[in-house]
C-alpha cells in the first residue's frame, strides 16, 4: 500500500468541517431559512468541549444536538462554535469544537456529513475501515426526534474517496 504522506483524508476531513463551519455561520448572521434545521453528533469527551456536568454524565461518549426551534446565542468562532439549547426547560450553553464533531446533517436539503476521524489524528489512526456504526441520542428542547437523519439523506463519508 503506498504512503500518503499528503494525508489527503485530513484535508477532506479539514475542508468538509468548514462547510459545517459556514452553515453555522450563515444561521448565527441570518437564522435558519426556510425548513431548514441542523443535527450536530459529537464526541462529549473531545478536547475542548464544555457543557453542565449533568449533561456530560447523561452523554459520556457523544451526544446530538439539534438546531431548529429553540436555540439561542449561536456564536461560531474559526475553531469551535457555541449556543445555548433548553434540556428539561433549562437553558444550558454548549461549546463543540470543530474537531469533535461526528456527524451533521440538514434533513430539509437531504445533506449529511459523516467524519471518521479526529482532525490531526496520527497516520496509522486515520488509515482503515470506518468506525463501527454507533448509535446516538438526540437532544432539544421539548421535541422528541429522531436520533439520525432520515433514510433518504444523503451521507457523505471520507471512504468515498480512499483507495479500496
Do not use: C
Not at 33 to 40: N, Q, R, V, W
Not at 78 to 102: M, Q
Amino acid at each position: 500500500m503506498p504512503i500518503n504522506l499528503l494525508r489527503y483524508d485530513q484535508m477532506i476531513e479539514e475542508a468538509l468541517r468548514g462547510v459545517v463551519r459556514r452553515a453555522l455561520r450563515s444561521v448565527a448572521e441570518s437564522g435558519l431559512p426556510g425548513s431548514h434545521h441542523f443535527y450536530i453528533t459529537f464526541r462529549t469527551t473531545a478536547p475542548g468541549v464544555e457543557m453542565a456536568q449533568r449533561l456530560r454524565e447523561k452523554y459520556p461518549d457523544e451526544m446530538t444536538i439539534v438546531l431548529q426551534y429553540q436555540f439561542w446565542a449561536l456564536e461560531v468562532a474559526p475553531e469551535r462554535f457555541g449556543v445555548t439549547l433548553s434540556f428539561n426547560d433549562e437553558p444550558e450553553r454548549l461549546v463543540v469544537p470543530f474537531a469533535a464533531i461526528t456527524a451533521f446533517a440538514d434533513p430539509a436539503a437531504k445533506f449529511g456529513l459523516q467524519f471518521q476521524q479526529e482532525t490531526g489524528a496520527a497516520p496509522d489512526e486515520a488509515i482503515g475501515s470506518a468506525p463501527a456504526a454507533r448509535s446516538v441520542e438526540a437532544a432539544e428542547a421539548g421535541a422528541s426526534a429522531p436520533a439520525e437523519p432520515p433514510a433518504d439523506t444523503k451521507v457523505v463519508t471520507l471512504d468515498n474517496f480512499r483507495r479500496k
